[in-house]
């Protein structure tokens, strides 16, 4: 039988040990299922949607990767309602649906990274804002409002679940002991680390701190088995 072939990035994927997923999948399912609470009691419900579908891509940032810097609090809330705030400016600006929606990722792109807070599901947030600006019946507060809603009550659901399973969030990156003295192990500084970042001029997920008690640790599990091979 024919099969696709799986990706091999697929295999290096790692959340949180073997039920990671399990942990994650739950947390969504508290996190959306309270935003969409907040949603439905909140004043004028009736009028606007209870959930906006971009909040779904958020609980899977918030939940099954914490530690994400696209993932953290001023992430989730800054990044989506700047995208969305960004998206009703330009469909205002644009009259074309099809150019603004293009129009409003972009600049989102760029005014989340001004303010720090850089949120993939952001995009999605432009866009329906850009729909909402462009369409005879849409409105902002049609738009913000429940967005707002639903995005504060999940980073309050993200802060009370992942703490409680024990994942702090807001992420703290690890610290790493330091490395004894008078071996070959930790003779490589931070500054290293943050020269081949800026020569990579890639943007990681991941934090340079947790790359550092990382690359830390991997160290310090090398030395000690370097250690038993020369006892």
């Known amino acids: 039988m024919f099969r696709l072939p799986r990706p091999a990035a697929w295999g290096q994927l790692r959340f949180g040990g073997r039920l990671g997923w399990a942990r994650g999948a739950v947390g969504a399912l508290f996190g959306v299922a309270l935003a969409a609470v907040f949603g439905k009691i909140m004043p004028g419900a009736a009028q606007w949607p209870w959930i906006v579908a971009p909040v779904g891509a958020s609980a899977v940032l918030v939940f099954a990767v914490p530690a994400s810097p696209l993932a953290q609090p001023w992430s989730v809330l800054g990044g989506s309602m700047v ?11 644009v009259a074309d649906p099809l150019t603004a929606a293009g129009l409003s990722v972009g600049m989102a792109i760029a005014t989340m990274t001004l303010a720090r807070c850089l949120h993939p599901p952001g995009g999605a947030c432009a866009i329906l804002g850009a729909l909402a600006a462009t369409s005879p019946t849409g409105s902002w507060s049609g738009l913000l409002l429940p967005l707002l809603v639903n995005v504060v009550a999940l980073v309050f659901a993200g802060w009370l679940y992942n703490n409680f399973t024990g994942h702090p969030w807001p992420h703290i990156p690890a610290q790493a002991p330091p490395m004894p003295k008078g071996t070959w192990a930790g003779t490589y500084e931070r500054a290293d680390l943050d020269a081949v970042l800026e020569d990579w001029d890639e943007v990681l997920d991941v934090a340079p701190a947790d790359l550092d008690a990382l690359f830390r640790a991997v160290e310090r599990r090398v030395l000690r088995r370097w250690e038993d091979d020369h006892k």
């Open 83 to 93: 995208a969305a705030l960004t998206g009703l400016v330009i469909g205002h600006l």
